[in-house]
């Protein structure tokens, strides 16, 4: 079983561009979790998609948003990055909800400077 | 306890000791408690998902106990081994169950 991937893996952006993140699930997850992690901050949840819907999302600013396809790939935007953007973005697949296993992605290590 | 809290933030363990960390997480409207190892230049990897009150489970020399009533979880590791170093994290929906919330974790290091 293919595990969960991530493009790109690594990105170097600038100050007030945009960036696309994407996610490709295990085959028959629908529910989909985006994370961002900093050092000395862990892992912070950025939203969660299932069935192409937005069912949770975490305490970050509207520049932060995502869309979940049909197929369940999911992607993730980020306008006009700032330099506390530069993170490690995680993402990752389980078969419904937060009761489930999180099968983890390699990530997107994203730098802007 | 109002987040997910995991102590102590780090631990150094002999080879062939064995250890054990904590995870506290908020007891009202529990759902479930899940435990990850994060290993460097890896994938968090699920190590256990616990959904029942008492539940105990076991991979190999790593087990886990959860406590839904006080809130909180313990992970034990028996005869740590040098590939036993890595992050382990816990976390908790909070907030829906959709919303999984993680806790700093524990730095694991396995002395030779």
Request: some cysteine; glycine content about 10%.
């Amino acid at each position: 079983k293919a595990g969960v991937t991530q493009t790109p893996r690594y990105l170097i952006k600038t100050r007030g561009q945009q960036v696309t993140l994407s996610c490709s699930p295990i085959s028959g997850h629908r529910s989909v979790s985006w994370y961002q992690q900093t050092p000395g901050q862990g892992l912070q949840f950025l939203f969660e998609y299932f069935s192409e819907t937005q069912r949770n999302k975490g305490n970050f600013p509207g520049r932060f948003s995502g869309r979940q396809f049909s197929n369940s790939r999911s992607e993730m935007n980020v306008s006009t990055l700032e330099l506390g953007d530069s993170a490690l973005y995680l993402c990752a697949s389980s078969r419904r909800d937060t009761g489930y296993e999180q099968y983890f992605g390699p990530g997107t290590r994203l730098t802007v400077t | 306890i109002l987040n997910v809290e995991q102590s102590p933030q780090s631990l150094h363990v002999q080879e062939g000791d064995s250890t054990n960390f904590t995870c506290g997480f908020p007891s009202s409207n529990f759902y479930a408690l899940h435990w990850y190892r994060w290993e460097t230049a890896k994938s968090p990897e699920a190590l256990f998902v616990m959904t029942l009150n008492g539940d105990e489970k076991k991979k190999g020399r790593i087990s886990a106990t959860l406590n839904t009533k006080e809130g909180y979880s313990y992970l034990y590791i028996k005869g740590s081994q040098p590939e036993d170093s890595a992050t382990y994290l816990c976390a908790s929906p909070i907030q829906g169950a959709q919303k999984l919330v993680f806790g700093q974790g524990t730095r694991l290091t396995i002395n030779p």
